[in-house]
């Protein structure tokens, strides 16, 4: 473990012996304990208590003794806890059971909350009273949510198992200790520990505790070693006083550990009156609220968590090996609120900005075609992306998947027709908005990308169409006959699914098929099928050069097939006066094209698009 850095010098005050520290009786007394056990507490700093904030701290309105802070030549410290007083695992010594203490089966967790639930039962003939008593008794956490509060979450993470899991584990420790406390035989309360009361102590934990690696303390006793449950000898400890400050996003505080103390600096001006508040770091509202049972408004460092166990089969999972090393992978992903994709910044907009660099491979890698595997396994790994069609795949995949959290949310939106009342419903509420402003500006940010991306280098069935009127009326009057295409055992169906890429195959008929046509109207080729037609030239074995040749290697089953889709561009040939494909087709050119579709086409949701 590393030392932590010893604190720089400041002139400690005496404690003055008449100074009140706070019109609440028992938090001055509390304040008074700490200072006569060597803490320390500004004198222009006020503790207080109010409904909205409950225990905090102020700049006293009332002190002359305040001072400009942007003129001072080093952070002011507020208030500082003795090391003796950092209530953990290390101190006081507990007196529990060896047999809990040193059990490898349970978590480290689980032997700091049944220490903190024995403080709880002493009480006054505890040495941590003045400062136990203090502790709340409920919060406003889900665990504490009833069925109503409850529902105001569903269709989020919390509502959607994130809290049961929780109660489940916790559960089970709790029945774990319990019954090592029951076989030791020598606890005279043993009644008293209660799910309730474990619930209490796990929960002050995570609301107001610190951890032990970054205020610098180990227990150095068995409870400190590796168990079966956790391998992370880190530990929750609680520190009198200096808990007491509230959260507020993006406050300037120095966290100030040494041996002897814990203090906490400010480099900021601190106005009279003013609430001095603590920074827990950048938490979204769903971690306050399931953690701390508050969220905060329009929240600056607000995330949603995403979880993705999917991994990649086949040849794709070994590429995806070999990818993860270059990246730290997660199975749960925290995004936050997109920014507004501005024209200027479309052209050099990549997934990577708005998203996880190792989510936006794992989707690369899941979505890749048989060719862009083979890319990807080969290719250098730091360049990205594949291949537009591959990008483009990406993009909607992600839309797809973020498409479905923000359905589930507004499913269960309660607020659309039961206002919140209570303050629970209330933080349920703020984080549900919270929750959909993040999705929605995320899918805002992919349109852009898909936007820019539809420029030159894709094309939709519709865009097509509108080009081609007259293939537009043929598929009115005669829709292609998947029904038919099928047949009895037919792959095909089953492997094109979607009609719009039975469109993109004879599309692509007739564009190859025009190749030096002068002046065709029919075809409408623009910019992006010269482009096409280009990148297929410039590909072995895919040009229209090569495929023309005889295919010796068509089955006989996919060669009826391939022959139905052939007779239908036939008879739309022989109708048209101009020509519909400009030749005769045969099965194999149906071949060739429906090669191309599977590499070139991509088609998620509603959404079907043919790619450079």
Known sequence: MTEPAPASKRTKLDPEPNR????????????EWVVRAGGYISDILELYEDEENGFSARISSQSDKTRE????TEPLTLISCPASLVFSLANPKPSLPASLLESPSISTHTKACFHLCEHLLLKERGQFWPYI???????????YFDEDEMERLAGTNLGAGDVVLRKQVWTQEWEVGKELLEEAGNIEDIEEYTWELYLRAATIYTSRSFPSKL???ATNTPADKPTESSDDTDFPVLIPLVDILNHKPNTKIIWEPTSI???LRTPENLPLG???????GPKGNEELLMGYGFVIPENPTDSLAMKFTVSPRGPAADVWELRKLKQKWTEVFHLTKS??????????????????????DLFRILVANENEIQALHNGDPNTTPV?????????LGLKAAIGQKLAAIRRYDMSLVSPATSYREKLADIYRKGQEEIIISKIQKLDGFLECYARDGILSVSQYLTNNSDFAQQLDQNPIPVEEIEGEDGPFYEEIIAKEELVFLIAILRECLARGKENNSSSGRGQFWHAFVQALSSVPGASFDDFVKPNDVMDDESEGIYTAIAEYCNIAEAEYQDGFIGQEVNSSQTSWAWGIVRAKCITVGEYTFLTL
């Open 215 to 217: 205020v610098g303390i």
């Open 133 to 143: 008593r203090l502790l709340p008794e409920t919060f406003d956490t889900p665990l």
């Open 339 to 360: 920014t507004d994709l501005g024209e200027e910044d479309g052209d050099n907009y990549s997934l990577e900005n708005e998203w996880p660099e190792a989510l936006v």
């Open 261 to 263: 103390s814990f203090s």
């Open 69 to 72: 802070l942007g003129s001072a």
């Open 387 to 395: 291949s537009i069609r591959n990008e483009l795949a990406v993009a």
């Open 20 to 31: 009140r520290y706070s019109e609440h009786q028992l938090l001055h007394e509390l304040a």
């Open 274 to 280: 003013s609430q001095v508040f603590n920074n827990y």
